[in-house]
C-alpha cells in the first residue's frame, strides 16, 4: 500500500457496536458499506437464505466469523473449535508457549491455556456454565408479541397486523 490511497472495507453490521481496527495512516479510509446501508444480522441473514447460502455451519457453535484462534472466542467457542476441527485446535494450541523463567507464557485465554480447556472435567464445567449463561440472557429479554418479532424482517409490511400476531 504504500502511500497509495487506499479504502479499508470493513464488514461491521449496523447493530454491532464496534468500529474494528482504525488505521491512523492518512492514506488508508475505513468504509463501513453494512453500516452505512443499515443492513443487521437479520438482513445478512435474509440475504444468505435469499442466495441459498445460508449461514455457515460453524455459527452453529460459533458467534462470529473470523480465524480458528481468535482472541476473541469464547471459552465455548474453543471447546466447539475442539470438536468440530480438533487439528485447528491442535494448531491454534501450538502458537501457546510456556515461557522459560522471566520470560511469561503466552495463551489464548487469559488465565488458561488451550491445553488446560480441553481437559475432560473442564469441558464438563463450560459446558453447562455456558447453558445457564445462554438461559440468564433470554430470561432478561422482554417478552415480544409476534408482530414485533416479524417487524424485524423487511418483508413484514402489513400496517394492521391480525390479532394472532398482536398477542
Known sequence: ????????????????DREGYISHKPNITPVYPFKEDGITR???????????????????????????FCFFQQKIEW????ENHPDLFEEAKAY???G????????????ESLEELSRPERIAQIKPDHAKRIARERAR???RTLVEIL???QEFEREKP?????L
Open 100 to 111: 522459560p523463567e522471566g520470560l511469561g507464557r503466552y495463551t489464548w485465554r487469559q488465565n
Open 151 to 153: 417487524a424485524d424482517f
Open 162 to 166: 391480525c390479532l394472532i400476531c398482536q
Open 96 to 98: 501457546e508457549r510456556a
Open 141 to 143: 429479554q422482554p417478552h
Open 79 to 82: 471447546v466447539g473449535l475442539l
Open 1 to 16: 500500500m504504500g502511500d497509495d490511497r487506499v479504502c479499508n472495507y470493513i464488514g461491521i453490521r449496523a447493530d454491532e
Open 42 to 68: 437479520a438482513d445478512v441473514q435474509r440475504i444468505l437464505d435469499a442466495a441459498g447460502l445460508g449461514l455457515p455451519a460453524y455459527y452453529k457453535w460459533r458467534s462470529r466469523s473470523g480465524c480458528y
